[in-house]
């Protein structure tokens, strides 16, 4: 494993060890608020993956944990006039709802069709048969064959003279025809008895109050009825069966869908942008802890922590070889896209230590592991990515040096990187240094499958350096 004792930056050989895979667990919990929106992600989806925390290494003080995931934004065809992008302020975007009260129905499809409010669980078309599933956005996906969908029907999901928002990701392999999200109809014929989302008709938040259907795809506006004079709504259905990648006429959908959520409220664009690209938000404070505050409940483990007043509300003070924090929200690591990390830190101490430290194995080891930012032996702030694979489990990595860091004073961090670019390390909003463009997260090499085991402030979980 690939850890930072150097002094500056330099290529350097790794030949780690080869423990045995282990699949990241996670747990899922507290769900959020209830609108309906459906974004599309694509087969190579662009990533952007930020945190923001303050931390420091041995001892050290951490003030929360942002890690963002960014699609490029898709020009609109919508034949809808006047539809304006705005944008998001730092209230909205980094910040999180801990208890999602407002969430109807969840369904992760992590290898099951179970709604994780346990109210709406689905049933498959096909009784005698189970769906498909894949790797997806975060986790599991489920697969639709393009003949057959899920049902639910345990209880009436009522979205009827409501706002609401529908949303989650989907992978479509087939749009040679409409192609059913989901659906709810209490009669085809009666005028606003039956309610159909397909990607013909994109992903969208339905506003009562003002009578408005708004169109969203990865995060941005891509049509609107307000403004154009004409009403729209509403969904007067009373009764009726949900069908997941289905229509009421019969249009199935062919492709992946994950994370498809159902909350009561039509959402904001900054609430539906922030959903698009953040990845996982830990705010460390004392009333939610390890909780994940973004859309995805990537929520993480700790020990040997103790909660202290922090650079933003409270933050977490790592005192000694045993503590840590961990969770596996780092999703680029498996597919090589742009991300970027912000950091506030306070160290006690900057003479060498961890502050991200990535690996396979849930201990800090495996076929690939190594510290994504630390400090040298000398207090140089350090950042090291994994560039080339070759054989015999043997990789290389790329480092990046930037400034001496202080001890006792909170300062910003921020590691960007995307393969035309490179990394790029700033504090306290200065650029220090950049590399050239390098291809990160090789394909070829065969442990970056799933996304790794981050460990914030310790490079192991056991209490010692891994070998």
């Keep these: 494993a690939y850890y930072l004792p150097s002094n500056s930056p330099s290529i350097k050989e790794i030949s780690p060890r080869r423990d045995a895979f282990e699949d990241a667990t996670q747990q899922k919990s507290n769900l959020i608020e209830k609108n309906i929106k459906v974004q599309v992600w694509k087969k190579v989806r662009p990533m952007l993956i930020g945190f923001s925390l303050a931390l420091g290494v041995t001892i050290c003080v951490i003030a929360g944990l942002v890690i963002f995931i960014t699609t490029k934004p898709k020009e609109s065809n919508s034949s809808s006039s006047n539809t304006t992008q705005q ?19 969840y369904w992760p499809f992590n290898g099951n069709l179970y709604d994780l409010n346990n109210i709406y669980s689905g049933t498959y078309s096909v009784p005698s048969s189970s769906p498909s599933y894949t790797t997806g956005s975060f986790d599991q996906a489920i697969v639709f064959d393009g003949s057959h969908y899920v049902n639910v029907d345990t209880h009436f999901l009522n979205l009827s003279y409501r706002s609401w928002t529908i949303e989650g990701w989907i992978l479509l392999s087939d749009l040679s025809s409409e192609r059913g999200i989901f659906s709810q109809s209490r009669s085809s014929t009666t005028t606003g008895q039956c309610f159909n989302l397909s990607v013909k008709n994109k992903p969208f938040v339905y506003d009562y109050s003002l009578m408005k259907q708004s169109i969203y795809l990865n995060g941005v506006l891509d049509g609107t009825t307000g403004g154009t004079g004409t009403s729209s709504g509403p969904y ?22 994950d994370h498809l959520q159902v909350i009561s409220g039509a959402k904001t664009t900054c609430q539906i942008l922030s959903d698009a690209i953040l990845t996982a938000y830990y705010s460390f404070d004392a009333s939610v802890l390890n909780l994940d505050l973004s859309n995805n409940y990537i929520n993480g483990i700790s020990s040997s922590i103790s909660v202290v007043s922090g650079r933003i509300n409270e933050a977490y003070f790592f005192q000694g070889t045993t503590s840590y924090f961990q969770s596996t929200a780092f999703t680029a690591y498996s597919t090589g896209h742009s991300f970027s990390i ?57 480092s990046i040096g930037g400034p001496i860091m202080s001890t006792s004073i909170w300062t910003h961090i921020v590691l960007t990187y995307s393969s035309s670019n490179g990394m790029a390390l700033y504090t306290n909003g200065t650029l220090h240094v950049v590399n050239d463009a390098f291809t990160s997260f090789p394909s070829n090499g065969i442990v970056f499958t799933s996304r790794p085991y981050m460990i914030v402030g310790n490079p192991s979980t056991t209490g010692s350096v891994p070998s």
């Design 236 to 257: 007067k259905g009373t009764t009726g069966s949900v069908m997941i990648g289905r229509t009421y006429s019969g249009s199935y959908f062919k492709g992946d869908m």
């Design 87 to 105: 944008t998001c302020d730092v209230t909205c975007t980094m910040s999180g709802t801990p208890y999602r009260p407002s969430t109807i129905a």
């Design 342 to 398: 912000s950091l506030w830190v306070k160290p006690s101490s900057v003479l060498g230590g961890t502050l991200i430290h990535l690996s396979t194995g849930s201990d800090g080891t495996g076929t690939a592991c190594f510290d994504l930012l630390g400090f040298s032996s000398t207090g140089q702030l350090i950042a090291n990515l994994y560039d080339t694979y070759s054989c015999c489990y043997t990789y290389y990595s790329t």
